[in-house]
């Protein structure tokens, strides 16, 4: 994909975004570039946003190479490393079994480099562009709720804000995070709560400077922007450089009752470290007084997204959630963002509206339950409590490295390697798999209508034809 002039449908119309996070944004630029009107609402103030202690976020190739189409590439360099490598070791004795590296011809066939930074750092980037490209950002205004009204003569979608504020548009987009108003709006319930707590993560970042004062995490490597996991009894710990300046941390385990409120203490995080390598414990003590805790569920796919009126869609964590902490939480959000545009770049009149919403849902649904699939396996291997699978895990990847493989690359998963597995979701192109649909079934679709059509009106003038003889 490549920036280029992006071609503006015959019709632009009004989209109402809920939610102003990665997923949120990204609607605006993408929607922004083909000439939509874009409104997002966002709960918090932008100084709020920034306050919080989100951490760092890796974006892989399939995500870093649609904020190269949207002109981000240069920007995102300065405040993002590459990453090379991942390490893994043992949770409690910090036994190293191996390393994996990314294979540079495979990075390269995907058309994208695997990028950490600091999230603070790609929410600033996507909220400039949207700003730049003439998105009404409006930040600090909660939605109470939102009215879909089909009135044949007067249809009416519209948000309304906790002020009675009520802002119209011809589409609302709920980008509102996992914990969101308007899933339970489309879907009927409360998706995220009604799911079983699968651990809890902890999230911070730490300063560099601070972490080169002691030499015994001197392995920490920058260059080669290694992650380094460390996988215990039901739970586990990544740290990876975050851009230049800090290094992130997250740390899951199962709590025996979730934990109130979203935020800790350093203190309560070294107490729930449990038996860990003590390297794990010197990283965590440079931590600051707060830190990001987030439940982790592995939650059921939404059957719908998209609200039966065919003007509310669902995107990014509310359509889909994934796991706090995942590898592919962001690149989720900006790949939702580019197939909805790619749809809405062949408006050409209102009754398409309905069919694209639809298809979207239709096209992002099974690429959206791999990568949960994906993620809920990669966090159930990490955490594998003690045991004949832990053990044959471990002697596994000890095996693939005495024989001069990846770490990693033969562990199996539903019949193909692990390692494929990524191959695969690095590779995934967005915006291709919107043309495709355009032209197997958008195009079949506007030659039927335009048939029926036609059809419609040789049969009045033969109607005509007939009354007048």
């Given at each position: ?345 062949h408006l050409a009149s209102a009754d398409q509206i309905a069919p694209f919403l639809f298809a979207f849902q239709d096209l992002r649904e099974a690429r959206c339950a791999r990568v949960a699939t994906s993620e809920a396996f990669n966090l159930y291997w990490m955490m594998l409590p003690d045991g004949a699978e832990q053990r044959e895990r471990d002697a596994r990847m000890r095996g693939n490295v005495a024989e001069g493989r990846t770490v990693i690359g033969s562990i199996e998963r539903e019949g193909a390697s692990q390692w494929e597995s990524v191959k695969e979701m690095f590779a995934y192109d967005a915006e291709d798999a919107a043309d495709d649909w355009w032209v197997k079934w958008g195009l079949l679709r506007e030659a039927a209508k335009q048939n029926a059509l036609t059809e419609d009106a040789a049969a009045s003038v033969a109607s005509l034809n007939i009354s007048v003889s």
């Amino acid at each position: 994909m490549s920036e280029g002039e992006a071609k503006h449908p015959g019709l632009l119309i009004d989209f109402v975004v809920v939610g102003g996070g990665i997923a949120g944004l990204g609607c605006a630029i993408a929607l922004r570039k083909i000439g939509h009107n874009v409104t997002v609402l966002e709960k918090l103030t932008t100084e709020e946003r920034y306050a919080l202690p989100v951490g760092g976020i890796r974006i892989p190739p399939n995500g870093t190479k649609i904020l190269s189409h949207w002109g981000l590439e240069e920007e995102i360099k300065k405040v993002s490393v590459t990453s090379t490598h991942i390490h893994v070791h043992a949770y409690q004795s910090g036994h190293f079994f191996g390393s994996h590296q990314w294979d540079q011809e495979m990075l390269d066939e995907a058309g994208g480099e695997y990028l950490f930074m600091p999230h603070n750092d790609l929410y600033r980037i996507i909220l400039d562009r949207a700003t730049e490209l003439g998105a009404n950002i409006r930040t600090g205004v909660e939605v109470a709720s939102v009215n879909i009204d089909d009135h044949e003569d007067d249809p009416q979608y519209t948000a309304i804000l906790t002020t009675g504020e009520r802002i119209s548009g011809d589409v609302i987009v709920g980008a509102d995070s996992r914990w969101s108003r308007l899933q339970r709006f489309v879907e009927g319930s409360d998706v995220w709560d009604n799911a079983p707590l699968r651990c809890v993560t902890y999230h911070c970042l730490i300063p560099t400077q601070l972490l080169d004062q002691d030499p015994d995490l001197s392995f920490l490597d920058r260059e080669g922007a290694g992650v380094f996991v460390w996988m215990g009894d039901n739970r586990t710990f990544t740290c990876y450089p975050a851009g230049k300046d800090y290094f992130a941390l997250h740390y899951s385990h199962m709590p025996e009752s979730q934990p109130e409120g979203f935020f800790a203490s350093k203190e309560e995080l070294l107490s729930v470290l449990g038996d860990a390598d003590p390297r794990i414990r010197k990283i965590v003590s440079f931590a600051g007084p707060t830190i990001s805790r987030i439940p982790a569920k592995i939650v059921d796919p939404l059957e719908q997204w998209v609200h039966p009126s065919g003007r509310l869609v669902l995107v990014g964590e509310a359509a889909h959630p994934l796991p706090f902490g995942a590898l592919q939480a962001g690149a989720m959000a900006l790949e939702d963002a580019a197939v909805l545009a790619k749809l809405f770049s062949h408006l050409a009149s209102a009754d398409q509206i309905a069919p694209f919403l639809f298809a979207f849902q239709d096209l992002r649904e099974a690429r959206c339950a791999r990568v949960a699939t994906s993620e809920a396996f990669n966090l159930y291997w990490m955490m594998l409590p003690d045991g004949a699978e832990q053990r044959e895990r471990d002697a596994r990847m000890r095996g693939n490295v005495a024989e001069g493989r990846t770490v990693i690359g033969s562990i199996e998963r539903e019949g193909a390697s692990q390692w494929e597995s990524v191959k695969e979701m690095f590779a995934y192109d967005a915006e291709d798999a919107a043309d495709d649909w355009w032209v197997k079934w958008g195009l079949l679709r506007e030659a039927a209508k335009q048939n029926a059509l036609t059809e419609d009106a040789a049969a009045s003038v033969a109607s005509l034809n007939i009354s007048v003889s």
